[in-house]
């Protein structure tokens, strides 16, 4: 790259303030206080309504899930601070940047799509969580388990303005994504532990034993679920965000950070979101649960919604409706604000204000089909699946390169806009690992790791094989 080009790049990241194609200066580094509020606020979030019922629909017992979630989130909250903390504060580079040096332009165009329109669904799936607390004054029907299509105009009317609101929050960059989620996060923390508190009491639990025994030894999953064991719950808690921590998309957050401690920080969100918050939602759907409406619809062999916004009203009142509005936008913003810098790779030259609310829009468009938050630990499961195994290009480059005498940055200084190596070590983890899920109907969870493994040491054989030669 020219001197000219490496000006140019530097000139443009200073003029959006976001520094997609260089290096954040130590100017703009944050104290890891800014990230204890982002991490709090998005996992500690409106999808946090929807997987803590889901649990209860797989018939998970009481071990399975308070042990799983514990030892999953933990291996969660190290491979954020040893992977992509350490990475991320070590080059300063977006997920998407960094990859641009490794894979080629041409290559990594594709990757960037896919990463930026799978964000868009997840974020969605929020906007969705959002829509069913405010269409409660509206008496909205709310979206069943099932449902896969808008029911209403006035679902249609609501999730438009959300969505809306919601992208013009994240076109205004990490900053103002950073202080929304510092602003919101602790009245959402405050719902979830009275909604706990609440469900407690309406269910009569005078001791652990019988929180214990809400759970008890398990039970039949839900018509339409898969049986949950331990396995599931760990695996699937562990790569929930696969694609924010070993898949690397972080990468983008902690560029901004001063030290890779701030990774710690992560903990935060998971702890409150992943676990407190996951039980005390599952809590708020086990009061439902024994209601006659619900008991109708089990007699009648369907499951019960899940919809967060009438679970949350009927514990806390219109606070628990505000919290669940909250709790989808400081999920949403940091999503969409990823998924704005993945299509920003790809056309570089509109401003990543502008791909930013293209991507608002994206995701606006899918929260009004239910089907991608009634189905989120399937959906959530597949999307870590499909996108983790790219950042073990980026860990296995950075921890094992030299050793295997690889260089790093191979596409940039060779001047390749289609790096095989990646390609290759991509389709084939890939390939296999879905290949087994589908033929034998294996939990994609339970894959994850051993596509992610394969993947990032094929690209160390593919790479000795691709990099004939050295390049100073």
């Known amino acids: 790259m020219s001197q000219a080009q490496i000006e140019q790049e530097v000139i443009e990241a200073e003029v959006s303030g976001e520094f997609e194609r260089a290096r954040v200066p130590e100017s703009k580094l944050k104290s890891w206080k800014s990230f204890l509020g982002m991490y709090a606020g998005e996992h500690a979030a409106g999808t946090e309504f929807v997987i803590g019922p889901l649990f209860l629909t797989t018939g998970v017992s009481a071990f399975d899930l308070i042990i799983g979630l514990l030892l999953g989130n933990l291996m969660a909250v190290l491979s954020w601070r040893f992977l992509t903390a350490e990475i991320g504060t070590k080059f300063r580079y977006t997920l998407y940047y960094h990859l641009e040096k490794i894979c080629g332009k041409q290559l990594v165009t594709g990757y960037n799509l896919a990463n930026g329109i799978l964000f868009c669904f997840l974020a969605g799936a929020m906007i969705t969580v ?62 979830f532990v009275l909604c706990g508190v609440v469900s407690i009491v309406n269910l009569d639990v005078h001791s652990f034993s019988d929180f214990w025994n809400i759970w008890g030894e ?55 979101g992943h676990y407190i918050a996951w039980i005390s939602a599952a809590l708020l759907y086990a ?45 949403a913003n940091p999503t969409i604000y990823r998924a704005g810098l993945a299509f920003q790779a790809i056309i570089p030259k509109v401003s990543t204000a502008w791909v930013t609310i293209i991507a608002g829009t994206v995701a606006t468009i899918a929260g009004l089909f239910p089907a991608f938050a009634m189905k989120l630990l399937g959906f959530v499961a597949l999307y870590g699946f499909i996108l983790a195994p790219i950042g073990a290009i980026i860990v296995f480059e950075y921890f094992f390169g030299k050793k295997f005498g690889i260089q790093s940055f ?23 690992f879905y290949f087994i899920s589908v033929q034998f109907d294996v939990f994609l969870s339970f894959l994850t790791l051993p596509a992610w493994l394969c993947c990032g040491f094929l690209y160390l054989v593919f790479s000795r094989v691709v990099q004939k030669k050295k390049i100073t």
């Open 130 to 191: 959002s829509a069913t607390a405010v269409g409660v004054p509206f008496n909205m029907e709310m979206p069943k388990l099932t449902d896969t299509m808008p029911n209403s105009a006035t679902w249609v009317i609501i999730v438009l303005a959300i969505g809306a609101v919601i992208s013009i929050i994240a076109a205004k960059g990490y900053s103002t994504v950073a202080k929304a989620a510092n602003w919101m996060s602790p009245i959402i923390v405050l719902a």
């Open 218 to 272: 398990g039970s039949e999953p839900f018509p339409g679920q898969i049986k949950y064991t331990f396995w599931h719950v760990f695996l699937w808690s562990w790569f929930a965000n696969a694609a924010m921590h070993i898949g690397m998309s972080d990468l983008s957050v902690f560029r901004f950070a001063k030290k890779a401690r701030a990774g710690w920080t992560t903990a935060a969100g998971i702890y409150i």
């Open 287 to 331: 009061v439902y649960l024994k209601s006659p409406e619900a008991q109708s619809i089990l007699a009648g062999g369907e499951a019960p919604s899940v919809a967060p916004g009438p679970l949350a009203y009927n514990a806390i009142g219109v606070f628990g409706i505000i919290a669940v509005v909250l709790a989808g936008w400081t999920t």
């Open 410 to 432: 191979y596409a940039e200084k060779s001047g390749t806009k289609f790096n095989q190596a990646v390609f290759w070590a991509w389709v084939i983890s890939f390939g296999i």
